[in-house]
């Protein structure tokens, strides 16, 4: 099972947004709405922000959102802030019972 | 509160073993999907298995199955990973994460990690 394809690395100023995608296969995104997404900052648990493609869970801004077409999920953050400065990953459930991750991006905030 | 802390990992040799712990609390513990994700050094996150909130299941990446051995104690709230014939590119950060939702494939509350690292 291949990782998912994310881009290796974005970034953006302060206030703006920008998008992450992460592109899988029909064995994986492309077969369930299973996809979320995790926020990493070193030497720190990674962080659930998006699950099933575009809900967010209690307690995470509303600047994060997700979306889903075919086999290409994304991530997007708007209003940009300092703090969202870490590795994004997505992940997806598969048709082999198995869970794949994306190679991660590093969002850097300029 | 909702907290699972991993225990076990260090330096090992190739080829040997090593159990990793995760102990659990603040939630049913026996009412959820555990799974184990790692991390190796400057790489992404790597799945590595699953087992069904009452053990009856289990799953693992193509990269660990036959070596790794993923199993649980309801009775002790915590999780295990028995790592056999461990290998250089075993190295990693391992962390134990809870599953929930649509097939437990959404990580809601993930441990701090324990590193393992395999060397001569």
């Known amino acids: 099972q291949s990782a998912l394809t994310q881009p290796a690395s974005v970034s953006g100023s302060p206030g703006q947004s920008i998008t992450i995608s992460c592109t899988g296969t029909s064995s994986d995104v492309g077969a369930y709405n299973y996809v979320s997404w995790y926020q990493l900052h070193p030497g720190k648990a990674p962080k659930l922000i998006i699950h099933d493609v575009s809900n967010r869970p209690s307690g995470v801004s509303n600047r994060f959102s997700g979306s889903k077409s075919g086999t290409t999920a994304s991530l997007t953050i708007s209003g940009l802030q300092a703090e969202d400065e870490a590795d994004y990953y997505c992940s997806s459930y598969t048709t082999y019972n198995t869970l794949v991750f994306g190679g991660g991006t590093k969002l850097t905030v300029l | 509160q909702v907290q699972l802390v991993e225990s076990g990992g260090g330096v090992v040799q190739p080829g040997t073993s090593v159990r990793l712990s995760c102990a659990a609390s603040g939630f049913t513990f026996s009412s959820y999907a555990m799974n184990w994700v790692r991390q190796a050094p400057g790489r992404g996150l790597e799945w590595v298995a699953i087992?069904?909130?009452?053990?009856?299941?289990?799953y693992y990446a193509d990269s660990v199955k036959g070596r790794f051995t993923i199993s649980r104690d309801n009775s002790k709230n915590t999780l295990y990973l028995q790592m056999n014939g461990l290998r250089a590119e075993d190295t990693s950060v391992y962390f134990c994460?809870?599953?929930?939702?649509?097939?437990?494939?959404?990580?809601?509350?993930w441990g701090q990690g324990t590193m393992v690292t395999v060397s001569s």
């Open positions: 087992i069904w909130f009452d053990g009856s299941l289990k």
């Open positions: 994460a809870r599953g929930t939702s649509g097939y437990y494939s959404v990580f809601d509350i």
